[in-house]
């Protein structure tokens, strides 16, 4: 089964800490996916660059519409993610607790499915 591990943190949270904080921190998170990628339940994890840098498309009446970022709706933005292929929804909750940037943010458990019922 493939679950999503969403990093959810706050926005402005990147700017406040100190290139120390940032680097301990990035080197954390790429010694946990090391891990998970030994274990054999890695399929891809990235970092994300933040909403300022990304833009949301709609569509509305035929025309598309482009939205640049920050987007002032959300308090929070998706960081990065790890994507993983796990045996149940529990081995998913369990990595997701051990996930180090359960420290400054909050990690989203997501299985990969269809958006429609079946």
Excluded: N
Aim: charged content about 25%; hydrophobic content about 45%.
């Amino acid at each position: 089964m493939s679950y999503a591990l969403l990093i959810l943190e706050e926005r402005a949270r990147r700017t406040r800490r100190s290139r120390q904080d940032a680097m301990t921190e990035y080197d954390a998170m790429q010694s946990f996916g090391a891990g998970l990628a030994v274990r054999g339940i890695l399929k891809s994890g990235e970092a994300l660059k933040p909403d300022a840098e990304g833009v949301r498309i709609s569509a509305r009446g035929g025309r598309a519409l482009v939205l640049d970022g920050p987007f002032a709706e959300s308090k929070e933005m998706i960081g990065g993610f790890f994507l993983l292929d796990v045996a149940s929804r529990a081995e998913a909750i369990a990595i997701a607790a051990e996930c180090p940037a359960t420290a400054w943010a909050t990690v989203e458990v997501r299985e990969i499915g269809t958006c429609h019922d079946q």
